[in-house]
């Protein structure tokens, strides 16, 4: 197994996981063997002669993979070590990508205030960089991390706020997946 095949197996996440409508949307697997899988393929590579930024790929990919299969700390721990190496290779996009994925990382371990520190990180580095390429990802994110603090208000204008973002990319599955946010948020609000 080589670091290209990892990453080509990895694009296939999407197929092994589920937004659970149950759990303010949490991505759960749907083919826990399979992560499972992922995950010890990614530690052998790990244990192989890498450059810095083949770690950084699959620390981040394990980050991912750790959090979806419920081991938040691992999870935590391989983002932390992604956020460094962006920040000393100075990679404004690294940054905000590491910090989304480690602001879901503590979401998941229940520490929705440290959450909302990364996400607001990743916001300040998008407006003072004048990139909005992943700035939807982070008011998404957000949004549910509010959601589940059932801060309803600042949620819904996080997800209104990230629609206008996603309708001007035009992909469909973000888009269904913020109307989906704002359905969950409207049924939370009528359940209370």
Known sequence: MTILNFREEMNEINNLTYFDSTDYLREKPTNSSKVKELIIQAQYLLKQDLKEEELYI????????????????KAIACLKYCLLYAQKEKSTTKEIIT???????????NEHGIAIEHFNFAM??????????YLDFVLQHKGKC???LTRL????????????????????ALIQSTQDALNLLKRIRNEL
């Not at 208000?153 to 469909?172: H, N, Q, S, T, W």
């Open 58 to 73: 699959l620390n981040g990919a394990l980050g991912n993979l750790y959090r979806i299969n419920g081991k938040q700390k």
């Open 99 to 109: 910090s989304i994925r480690l602001g879901e990382a503590y979401k998941y371990d």
């Open 124 to 133: 300040k580095l998008s407006k003072e960089n004048k990139t909005d390429e």
């Open 146 to 148: 509010l959601l589940e």
């Open 153 to 172: 208000d600042e949620a819904e204008a996080c997800f209104i706020e990230a629609m206008k973002l996603r309708v001007k990319k035009g992909k469909p």
